[in-house]
């Protein structure tokens, strides 16, 4: 069983900044991808970032006006935690934010960006963002 714990959300104004962070329990280690993904009120849940096992790949959203060059995913995997380094916060950055593993039985080689290829999950944080 693994247990994911997300922490370190709250209510930040624009510009401001926050770090999230996933810690891992369970049967972990650090042999899968990791994932980042959040869902605003009345929205679906849509994916935001996720780190290779060895920290040394990451892919960000692409949508308009996305994460890419805000936010940073990291890994420690000693700590088992990953976190997620959220700048220059935006009002439609509001929505809870929860952190993924990726199945080891859905890995493709394609980028980790459906929510479909993850196994477990957090039960994730709040991330309010004031104007």
């Known amino acids: 069983q693994v247990q994911l714990v997300e922490s370190g959300g709250g209510l930040v104004q624009a510009g401001g900044s926050l770090r999230l962070s996933c810690a891992a329990s369970?049967?972990?280690?650090?042999?899968?991808?990791m994932g980042w993904f959040r869902q605003a009120p009345g929205k679906e849940r849509e994916f935001v970032a996720a780190?290779?096992?060895?920290?040394?790949?990451?892919?960000?959203?692409d949508y308009p006006d996305s994460v890419k060059g805000r936010f940073t995913i990291s890994r420690d995997n000693a700590r088992n935690t990953v976190y997620l380094q959220m700048n220059s916060l935006k009002p439609e950055d509001t929505a809870v934010y929860y952190c993924?593993?990726?199945?080891?039985?859905?890995?493709?080689?394609?980028?980790?960006?459906?929510?479909?290829?993850?196994?477990?999950w957090g039960q994730g944080t709040q991330v309010t963002v004031s104007s």
């Open positions: 993924a593993r990726q199945d080891p039985l859905k890995v493709t080689g394609r980028p980790p960006i459906h929510s479909y290829e993850y196994d477990y």
């Open positions: 369970g049967r972990t280690g650090s042999s899968y991808a």
């Open positions: 780190i290779v096992r060895t920290g040394g790949v990451t892919y960000y959203a």
